[in-house]
């Protein structure tokens, strides 16, 4: 279990579904996720995953509220995120990629072909250097 795992928990379970339902902020409990993973005694680590810009920015979020202990470090700290609407509507760049190849090979059959040849041809060269 790693910091990413606790951000793809919350990701899947809090974000994404608040996303969905097209709700404007998402609150976590640092004690339900740690609970809801079976982590014992990570508490810290649950909330610095939680703090961490990387999570913020990547999931289109801004920390708008923390409540809790002055030391930030407790079961019953809550997170409440503002959910980026427009950003989060933004298309993952790979996406753009789609297609791409997609006039290369026409015909049924023609990337097996190739390959194939490929194939052979890396074949003719490692019987020519004796391998």
Request: hydrophobic share 35%; net charge positive.
């Amino acid at each position: 279990m790693n910091a990413d795992t606790i951000r793809q928990y919350v990701l899947e379970r809090y974000v994404r579904p608040a996303q969905a339902r097209g709700e404007k902020t998402v609150s976590v409990t640092a004690g339900d996720v740690q609970k809801a993973l079976g982590l014992k005694n990570r508490i810290a680590w649950v909330c610095t995953a939680l703090r961490a810009d990387r999570f913020q920015s990547e999931n289109h979020l801004r920390l708008k509220d923390e409540t809790g202990p002055p030391s930030g470090m407790s079961t019953t700290v809550k997170f409440t995120f503002e959910i980026d609407s427009a950003g989060a509507s933004e298309p993952n760049p790979l996406w753009q990629l789609r297609g791409i190849a997609k006039d290369i090979f026409k015909e049924g059959g023609e990337w097996e072909n190739f390959i194939k040849g490929e194939r052979q041809q890396l074949s003719d060269i490692q019987d020519k250097i004796g391998r």
